[in-house]
């Protein structure tokens, strides 16, 4: 499985109108970067001793690419690695549905050279492709760590050779097999998991009925405020939000917000009063408890005591036997 990217300018802080191209797979790097010069022709004295591997050069006048460029980079780049290290089988090349990536040429070299050609959902890039997801914002942290030694001596203008000796190291350090394989989990392309792209979409509401008749004004008046501050409460007003909110249930229509704002203040209420009630039902079991008691000495025959003020309960208890 491989990925197509070419990075612009404003990606990686480049002044001097450079680019670069290059495919990468879940397991390994699997082409040369080509970059790309703002010049109408090439230059030795651009290309640092640092330079290793089999990086790829080319120029533009207008410091862009082109359809030209991406068609060579297929041909002469992509296509040649990928057949190796495929064994002549079917490869799949990902594209970010750039221009170049959509030309006439390019699509029929792919059929005729068994390459499977995918194009990525527009403005998608920044979940479903790899190299944004894992490998773009380490290489511009090290591009930067590269340039700043530079930066400090206050120089204004960075020369080619110059910005390519940090890019090259940027690149040995940031795109490292780790990165790639992170951007290739990351967009859950492999192993394959959409749904680490699909949570990140945002899911679209379904469309009201059309010709859908409001809520009539009259019915949202019985939801004032009094029907939620007044205290003690209001019953005629409660009594008038009632009707109202069954007239509405009736009409098998969307509760508007003042009527599910007086459903939860009926509910809320009706807890209070379940806690209410359950309170007052255990005060009266415990006043009949203590009538109940009250009433127990009084129960059977009574006698007079005459003469005496001052008697133990052992006397008392032979007075009522």
Not at 14 to 19: F, H, L, P, R, T
Not at 24 to 53: D, R, Y
Not at 239 to 265: E, G, I, M, W
Request: charged share 20%; with cysteine.
């Amino acid at each position: 499985m491989l990925i197509f990217v070419k990075n612009s300018k404003q990606s990686l802080g480049v002044k001097n109108g450079s680019q670069w191209w290059s495919a990468f797979a879940p397991t390994e790097i699997m082409s040369p970067p080509l970059v790309i010069f703002k010049a109408e022709n090439l230059s030795t004295q651009w290309i640092p001793a640092s330079i290793h591997g089999n990086w790829r050069f080319d120029c533009n006048s207008k410091r862009w690419t082109s359809n030209a460029h991406g068609l060579e980079w297929l041909k002469r780049c992509f296509d040649p690695e990928a057949r190796e290290k495929a064994r002549r089988e079917y490869r799949l090349l990902i594209c970010e549905g750039h221009d170049s990536h959509i030309t006439a040429e390019f699509i029929v070299h792919c059929i005729d050279n068994n390459i499977l050609l995918m194009i990525l959902p527009p403005h998608s890039s920044h979940s479903t492709q790899p190299l944004d997801v894992g490998v773009f914002g380490a290489l511009k942290k090290q591009m930067a760590v590269e340039i700043e030694p530079l930066m400090q001596t206050g120089i204004t203008r960075v020369q080619k050779v110059e910005w390519l000796t940090a890019f090259v190291a940027a690149h040995d350090k940031a795109v490292s097999t780790k990165n790639v394989l992170g951007g290739f989990r990351g967009t859950g392309i492999r192993p394959f998991l959409p749904t680490k792209v699909l949570r990140h979409v945002a899911s679209t509401p379904p469309p009201e009925p059309q010709n859908q008749p409001s809520t009539p004004s009259k019915l949202l008046i019985a939801f004032n405020e009094a029907v939620f501050t007044d205290s003690p409460v209001d019953f005629n007003a409660v009594q008038r939000a009632n009707v109202a909110l069954n007239s509405l249930l009736d009409s098998n229509k969307p509760l508007p917000t003042p009527a599910k704002k007086f459903v939860r203040n009926v509910t809320r209420s009706h807890m209070r009063f379940h806690g209410w009630i359950t309170i007052l039902e255990q005060e009266n079991a415990a006043q009949k408890a203590v009538l109940e008691g009250r009433k127990r000495p009084l129960r059977g025959e009574r006698r007079v005591i005459d003469g005496k003020h001052l008697m133990t309960g052992a006397e008392l208890g032979k007075r009522k036997r």
